[in-house]
């Protein structure tokens, strides 16, 4: 089946989790991905966290699918030539080195641009260009402290906490994605191809936008009211932590259920839908709370907000997370069970539509990871596993013109 991205041809200079994210995504959806590695080594996620001694990371395997490896010492003279060549027939270029790395290796955008002036350049940063840190490294957590999701994450008397989600990473490599995918329309109108930059502090940024309307809010009123400070907590000037609250208008919180003493993940996430709040007092079985002028608007609610929690939590306590979401689905009421990694991996409906791919590698057999969270109706993304560390050297090498005399030479010369 033909896919959208065929015929796009990405030299893929990512490494660890951002970039190699956004370039996987691409790959999934038809692109020639090759990812250009460093000899012996390559990138430093093959040999993290291993699981099987000697055998590609599922750190590597999950962030790489559907690429072809190249392995070339880009610092090297004869490295740089072949760089130069696949430069000047690929689309797009995607990096996500420490700043100026590719500069230092002769690589500008401007002596990109003059390679080839229709070649999309990509990167991911951590701070944006001209920025007072722009010459900083960042990984995942320092990006979220730097994009104001540690500060607003956690509860109110314990420390700034880090969300288990890689908003720092994988974030970024997605938002870099749309860039590139921009850039690739806008080559069509003008011939002509950009540099497109992200950085992790604006991706996480973008994603807490809900905490800057809400330190603009604050500023202005002094407190919020769907926060669990209000109204009998204090407010200083800057957005608290909120623990499990909603983010919007619908306040909210994690219950527990049914065996939650034992069971670290027994409970549900449960919302109090404005509208909703006549079925759920008919699901708890608490039908005089509907016209009680207590309990019957938000704003008569939000005082004993944690009372009602705690109702609903007695009620709660004889089903099981899911028995508890079976119920309340009847009476239309946004929740979920609090579901672990266990779970998502064998849930049936995550398999049926692909969303867990179990995927084949050559060294490791099967694995399971995450296919595309995105369906099309014309095209089911296809995950085949990782390449091994210069799987395709010579294919990508006869592929430019080497003649296997040459490509034997660079082996010697450990260029490849
Ligand atoms: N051949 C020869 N040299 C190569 C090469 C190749 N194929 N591929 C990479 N290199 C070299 C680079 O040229 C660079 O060399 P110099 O520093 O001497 O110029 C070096 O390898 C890579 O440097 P780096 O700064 O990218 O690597 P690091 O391990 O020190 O830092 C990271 C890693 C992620 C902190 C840094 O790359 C970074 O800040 N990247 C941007 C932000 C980012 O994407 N972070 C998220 C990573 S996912 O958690």
Known sequence: MSKPLDGVKIIDFTHVQAGPACTQMLAWFGADVIKVERPGSGDVTRSQLRDIPGVDALYFTMLNSNKRSLTLDTKKPEGKEVLEKLIRESDVLVENFGPGALDRMGFSWERLNELNPKMIVASVKGFSDGHHYDDLKVYENVAQCAGGAASTTGFWDGPPTISAAALGDSNTGMHLAIGILTALIGRDKTGKGQKVAVSMQDSVLNLCRVKLRDQ??????????????????????????????????????????????????????????????????????????????????AEARQPHIFEIFKTIEEWL????????????????????????????????????????????????????????????????????????????????????????????????????
């Open 317 to 416: 306590a004889d089903k099981t997370k899911f028995e508890a979401v079976d119920v309340l689905r009847k009476f239309d009421i946004p929740c979920s069970p609090v579901l672990t990694m266990k779970e998502l991996a064998n849930d049936p409906s995550l398999r049926a539509s692909g969303t867990i791919a179990e995927v084949q590698h050559k060294e490791r057999g099967s694995y399971l990871t995450v296919g595309s969270p995105i369906k099309f109706s014309d095209m089911k993304p296809e995950i085949t596993g990782s390449p091994l560390l210069g799987e395709h050297t010579e294919e990508v090498l006869a592929g430019l013109g080497y003649s296997r005399n040459q490509i034997e030479n660079l082996r010697e010369s450990k260029v490849v």
């Open 216 to 297: 603009q809010r604050l500023d202005r009123v002094g407190y919020l009211e769907e926060y669990p400070q209000y109204p009998h907590g204090e407010f200083s000037d800057v957005v608290p932590r909120g623990g499990n609250a909603g983010g919007g208008g619908q306040p909210g919180w994690v219950l527990k259920c049914k065996g939650w003493e034992t069971d670290a993940n027994a409970y549900i996430y449960f919302t109090v839908q404005g509208h909703a709040w006549e079925p759920i007092c008919r699901a708890i079985g608490r039908p005089e709370w509907i016209d009680d002028p207590a309990y019957k608007t």
